[in-house]
């Protein structure tokens, strides 16, 4: 079976500060994709990364950086010297073959930035 | 990108009566869409698969006769709450997915439509 663990339900931080959220996955798939997206307040889902299983090369995307760690089934984000605009929930999801393409998500972390 | 539009973006009802959500993709062909549950402050519980022209795919736990599922065409998937209860109060997204010959691990999520029964 698959699954997604967000282990920080909530985190809050100071403006400019960096701020990790965590993602563990659990497939005995070895072909699969890892997700993260950020629900705003409005509630509409934002892509924000997609990683396939055999690529383990870290992305950084502006102040956004994800490194993803097969041996530790881990897929970690990072944000870079937050802003307020960064609050929201935050994502990780996993979609197997196996499975149909069905995506399973974490529970999710809320993240408060405060100014 | 490709666009998933719902509609209605919300909606009230009273008790007993059944609403139906409609799941567009705009300007692409889904052959498979799905549809989440979502409460207040918890998770994207998927609800059920649906494939054009076939049946849906119910997730363990759903019930099939209150959710409703019809994907009878290529771009548009409706969710029917039949007899809605209070307990049925929640945010409903569907997402859709790109035909096998694109990338089967793409899917376009909608907006979502927050059900509210009274």
């Known amino acids: 079976a698959q699954k997604v663990t967000q282990a920080q339900t909530e985190i809050s931080v100071v403006e400019k500060e960096d701020v990790t959220l965590d993602c563990v996955y659990e497939?005995?798939?070895?072909?699969?994709?890892l997700f993260w997206y950020k629900q705003p307040p409005s509630g509409e889902l934002v892509f924000l990364i997609r990683?396939?299983?055999?690529?383990?090369q870290n992305e950084i995307s502006g102040r956004y950086s994800w490194n993803f760690q097969k041996s530790t089934s881990s897929f970690n984000f990072t944000i870079t010297a937050s802003q307020v605009v960064d609050s929201a929930v935050y994502f990780c999801a996993l979609s197997v073959v196996a499975g149909g393409f069905k995506t399973i998500f974490g529970a999710g972390t809320r993240l408060f930035v405060k100014a | 990108g490709a666009v998933v539009s719902q509609h209605p973006s919300r909606v009230i009802c009273k008790s007993g009566t059944s609403v139906k959500i409609e799941c567009r993709s705009l300007?692409?062909?889904?052959?498979?869409m799905f549809w989440y549950r979502q409460f207040p402050k918890q998770s994207l519980m998927l609800m059920a698969t649906?494939?054009?022209?076939?049946?849906?795919?119910?997730e363990q736990g759903v019930e099939k006769d209150k959710f409703l599922i019809n994907h009878a065409s290529l771009t548009l998937s409706t969710l029917t709450v039949t007899s809605a209860h209070p307990e049925d109060s929640s945010f409903y997204i569907c997402?859709?997915?790109?035909?096998?010959?694109?990338?089967?691990?793409?899917?376009?999520f909608g907006p979502g439509t927050r059900l509210t029964v009274t």
């Open positions: 990683r396939n299983s055999f690529d383990e």
């Open positions: 300007d692409f062909q889904a052959t498979t």
């Open positions: 649906s494939n054009e022209g076939s049946k849906a795919t119910y």
């Open positions: 497939t005995r798939d070895t072909t699969y994709y």
């Open positions: 997402s859709a997915r790109l035909p096998e010959a694109s990338n089967p691990y793409e899917q376009y």
